[in-house]
């Protein structure tokens, strides 16, 4: 079932006082399906040794920009009151129902829990 998400798409980065700074655009709105990421569906490889907890799984039609290393950062994606950055995308442009898969890892962890 799809959810409507907020959603922020980087914006080229500019080199400020010798620093790589970037911004992302106006937030708006989209319709996502989000489900966690099971290790075992499309972006198996991604994951393997990855600590799956902290990633989800997106899918709609929405064409969002994920994380380029040495370019730019992905799309934020903010469902559920945790923030996700787009880390991987796969295109499913196939005439019928075109639509893209996204994984995203989640940004804002609570640092301050002290689990054990």
């Known amino acids: 079932m799809r959810r409507q ?32 990421a099971n290790g075992g569906g499309t972006f198996k490889e991604y994951l393997t040794g990855k600590k799956v907890s902290d990633f989800m799984e997106a899918i709609g039609e929405v064409d969002l920009k994920a994380t380029e290393e040495g370019e730019h950062n992905g799309a934020v994606v903010t469902c559920g009151g945790k923030k996700y950055e787009v880390v991987e995308r796969q295109e499913w442009l196939n005439g019928v129902i075109n639509h893209y898969e996204y994984l995203l890892y989640c940004t804002n962890t609570d640092k301050t829990k002290v689990s054990g």
């Open 5 to 36: 998400v907020l959603v922020m798409q980087p914006e080229k980065g500019e080199l400020v006082a010798g620093v790589y700074r970037q911004s992302h655009g106006q937030p708006f709105t989209a319709m996502l399906s989000m489900q966690p």
